[in-house]
């Protein structure tokens, strides 16, 4: 009979890519986004303000829908680019735009008059910056190789 050395029970940790991380993390302030503008629907007031041409101060014209669409579309992009970016532009773009994602998240709050919705709001930014928090970490503690391990990487791709 013969035994395993591991313990009964215990479970291996797999280890996922960064770049499998990263576009996890995003996909997540994706659904989160678009999860929390919808929720904010129901706040009494919001609908009517949206039938005048009205959010947060701003005109719902052209230019706002397209400012929208684009912020919304950073986080989708930001799925795509994780996994196909080379190692070093992908850790410097993951630093660069959760470090600006960190900014907005913060500042769709400032407009809020009423803090009658404050557990609301404080969650889902909270929990926002969270993610791009842990998204600044993956890219920041990026595993580097070695340069002999970079010199015969680099060799065996010539070949």
């Known amino acids: 009979m013969t035994r395993s050395s591991t313990t009964a029970g215990a479970f291996q940790q797999a280890q996922l890519p960064v770049q499998a991380k990263l576009a996890a993390a995003w996909t997540s302030v994706m659904f989160l986004y678009i999860y929390v503008d919808y929720l904010h629907l129901y706040k009494p007031g919001s609908l009517d303000e949206i039938l005048v041409g009205v959010v947060h101060e ?19 992009l930001m799925i795509v680019l994780s996994t ?20 907005a998240s913060i500042y769709n709050v400032a407009g809020e008059e009423s803090w009658d919705y404050s557990y609301f709001y404080g969650l889902s930014i909270g929990l926002e910056v969270l993610i791009l928090a842990l998204i600044l970490r993956a890219a920041w ?19």
Do not use: C, H, Y
């Not at 532009?89 to 630093?95: H, I, Y």
């Not at 503690?141 to 070949?159: D, H, K």
């Open 58 to 76: 701003f005109d719902t014209g052209p230019t706002f829908v397209a400012l929208a669409l684009t912020l919304m579309a950073i986080p989708s």
């Open 84 to 103: 196909t970016l080379p190692a070093r532009v992908n850790r410097a773009t993951n630093l660069v735009v959760a470090t600006l994602f960190i900014t």
């Open 141 to 159: 503690t990026w595993p580097r190789t070695t340069r002999a391990t970079a010199g015969r990487e680099l060799a065996q791709a010539r070949v």
